[in-house]
């Protein structure tokens, strides 16, 4: 009997297919009906990153005993690293069961290529079009589809400072620059008192710098103008905020470039060697595995100048077409998409369920209020995390704020910024 | 006919797999390369239009391109000083009946075995670009630290952190690896003149010195061009030691055609990325070829 609703089903499918022509047979792919193994590509190959995966895995088994989790990671480079692995394996039809992607402006190339699956029709067999908070799924929907499953959010714009450096140079660690040029005259006390200002590490913590500034000196409405082409690139605003960058990098350590990763930066606020690092929301993972007390050792507060701003990335999930196992793919997004597999997987990572339904106690004091700051604040797309704009675009624009830290021509990042959005915008 | 083909049907039949798989994977990509660069597919949306030379045109007019070409020539002259200085004294000491000659040359040549990977993280830590002068600079590591701790702190620099000059520390680490390997060339090339020669200038009352300019160094000319040859392409297509060292792809300061190369394939520039690899290979055929015409040449005589 079940086998005739099946075969009625698959037939039912197959019609509807025909129907609409474009569709695919992934559409019917049941993650209840998920067995062998799935193999899911991610950057979160170690730290907090991983401890987050493993938490999720756990979560992955328990739901799903007869699927086995393949783990594909490939470390370095905030993903870029793994992109290029992933490119290669997209190209030569070799996809994965499911990879990790920043949602936002950065999966379009993948959807320009014809390289995923649409996932409407599984929000809505989830039921996770209620799930998420609408800000959220606009950001997701391209052209009316939807194509990944975020797994939770981050903020980009928050700066972690060292305590007692701030004490030792006669700063209330409780009471943050409220602007910019308070913010600058607080690392004036700082560098006087013989600490460096301002930790950042080689060129994606840069450009991260320089997206914050941006945000802090354009607004919310003028920085997302840079990216629709409502705001000037060649306008005087945005000199001064690429000669705020100037002065922010002047703070800095003189080693940035040679940081590894985002990590050394943030270790040095965390061994006093550095008083602040405007990092994402990751760092806050960083602290609590070591063991450091927030309000103790160190403090957080939104990136001076943005505050009621939330500089949003996600990360989300996908669904390559030709996974060798889709069954398993859409097993492994609804773990990811599910109340339990979201707590599981924040709560180790330090981020934000995207999932307004997560019960909030489970979370740590950062986390708490992060999540009340994501349903009030207003959200803007991160630019070195691929939300603002697409990975060809990105990359170009970090080779020129790369090639700004050495002679520090502001009259040169600016040209050359406006005449890679008016390459990309058109 | 049939006997002609009984005399090079079995040499042909021998060498087709060779040829067809040469013809499909080196010759056949290296065309497909060259007609993605001659397209316009800057992006990942699928995009075949011919465009000519333009995306060339272009590259060469660009200045990021221009900077990456002038590292590429910088990084080129200091690596094969380097290893042809060092390489060669090293042999020319070796040469010598000397106390531990086997040691020494064992030691000398065993960077050679170590990756370029495996090598290059180590010289990331090296090559830290804080100083101890500077703020924070009680963190400084590697070079700087040795240097400033063997009271020579004034040599301290940011080494690979300079956009002038910077690639000429990758350099170091290069010349650190195939010195050695240099110097096994020269050293077989010793080796390789007699000793009649020596004896028979020293009865003619040659000093060491002109010994060494007018029988020696003009017999060791074929290694030296050999050694240029292999050190230099390897040069050209440097990307490995620089992605170690470096650990941002963008950074812009050691930006040479290969990892530039590298970077526009990620943003999904392809043909860009193919463009400039259509050039590394043109560079590279231009050191090798006319090497390999010279020794076919030489071969004939």
């Known amino acids: ?426 | 006919m049939f006997k002609k083909v009984k005399t090079w049907g079995p040499a042909l039949a021998l060498i087709s797999p060779t040829l067809v798989l040469l013809a499909v994977f080196v010759y056949a990509l290296i065309a497909e390369n060259v007609r993605i660069s001659m397209t316009n597919q800057h992006t990942a949306r699928p995009s075949s239009d011919f465009v000519g030379m333009e995306n060339y045109f272009r590259l060469f007019g660009d200045a990021d391109f221009q900077h990456a070409l002038r590292n590429l020539l910088l990084l080129t002259v200091v690596f094969l000083a380097g290893t042809l200085i060092f390489g060669f004294l090293w042999a020319w000491i070796l040469e010598r009946p000397a106390f531990g000659e086997g040691f020494f040359r064992s030691v000398y040549l065993f960077p050679m075995a170590v990756s370029f990977i495996a090598s290059g993280v180590v010289w990331r830590w090296l090559l830290s670009s804080l100083q101890t002068d500077q703020s924070g600079g009680e963190r400084t590591t590697g070079l700087n630290r040795l240097l400033d701790s063997v009271g020579l702190g004034f040599l301290q620099n940011s080494w690979w952190s300079d956009p002038n000059w910077g690639i000429a520390a990758i350099a170091v680490p290069a010349i650190w690896q195939l010195s050695g390997y240099v110097m096994a060339l020269f050293l077989a090339g010793f080796r390789g003149i007699p000793e009649e020669l020596r004896e028979a200038a020293r009865i003619d009352g040659c000093s060491e010195w002109k010994l060494y300019r007018y029988v020696i160094f003009p017999q060791l000319s074929p290694v030296m061009l050999s050694a240029v040859i292999i050190i230099g392409h390897m040069s050209l297509k440097l990307f490995d030691l620089i992605r170690a060292i470096v650990p941002d792809a963008n950074t812009y300061d050691i930006q040479v055609p290969a990892t530039m190369m590298w970077v526009k394939y990620i943003g999904s520039d392809y043909a860009d990325s193919a463009a400039i690899g259509t050039i590394m290979l043109v560079l590279v055929a231009l050191v090798v070829v006319p090497y390999l015409v010279y020794t076919s040449r030489q071969e004939k005589r």
């Open chain 1, 1 to 426: 009997m079940r086998r005739i609703a099946m075969l009625a089903s698959v037939a039912a499918a197959g019609l509807l297919l025909s129907a609409c022509g474009g569709g695919s047979a992934v559409e019917d792919a049941n993650p209840s009906e998920a067995s062998g193994s799935v193999g899911v590509f991610t950057w979160w190959a170690d730290g907090s990153e991983k401890v987050g995966l493993d938490a999720l895995v756990d979560i992955f088994s328990e739901q799903y005993p007869d699927v086995k989790f393949d783990n594909l990671a490939v470390a370095g480079g905030a993903g870029s690293q793994a992109k290029s692995v992933l490119a290669a394996n997209l190209k030569s039809g070799n996809p994965p069961d499911s990879f990790q992607a920043h949602a936002g402006a950065e999966l379009q190339d993948y959807i320009a290529a014809d390289q995923l699956e649409d996932l409407t029709s599984f929000y809505e067999d989830a039921k996770l079009n209620e799930a998420f908070p609408k800000d959220l799924l606009d950001r997701l929907t391209v052209d009316g589809k939807i194509y990944s499953v975020p797994s939770n959010i981050h903020r980009a714009n928050v700066v972690w400072a060292n305590v007692d450096v701030l004490k030792k140079a006669g700063l209330d660690p409780a009471k943050p620059a409220a602007d910019l040029d308070a913010w600058f005259a607080d690392m004036d006390k700082i560098k006087e008192s013989g600490t460096t200002p301002l930790a950042v590490a080689g060129t994606w913590t840069q450009v991260q710098l320089f997206e914050n500034i941006l945000l802090a000196t354009l607004g919310a409405e003028g920085y997302n103008g840079l990216w629709d082409g409502t705001t000037d690139w060649a306008g005087a605003d945005v000199t001064k905020a690429i000669e705020n960058y100037k002065k922010a990098l002047s703070y800095t350590n003189s080693d940035r470039d040679t940081l590894s990763d985002w990590g050394p930066a943030t270790q040095l606020v965390e061994d006093g060697a550095a008083a602040y690092n405007v990092m994402g929301d990751w760092a806050e993972a960083k602290f609590s595995q070591d063991g450091k007390k927030p309000g103790e050792d160190y403090v957080y507060f939104p990136t001076p100048g943005t505050d009621g701003v939330f500089d949003f990335l996600a990360d989300s999930f996908t669904l390559p077409k030709g996974a060798p196992n889709p069954d398993g793919s859409k097993a492994w997004l609804t773990t990811i998409s599910s109340v339990d597999g979201q707590q599981a997987f924040n709560a180790a990572k330090g981020s934000v369920p995207a999932r307004t339904d997560v019960p909030a106690d489970k979370f740590g004091e950062y986390q708490k209020s992060a999540i009340e700051d994501f349903s009030s604040d207003t959200i803007v797309s991160s630019l070195a995390h691929g939300a603002a704009v697409p990975v060809a675009w990105l990359n170009e624009l970090s080779t020129a704020v790369s090639k700004f830290g050495g002679p520090q021509d502001v009259a040169a990042l600016q040209d050359s910024a406006a005449s890679i959005a008016e390459k990309f915008q058109q």
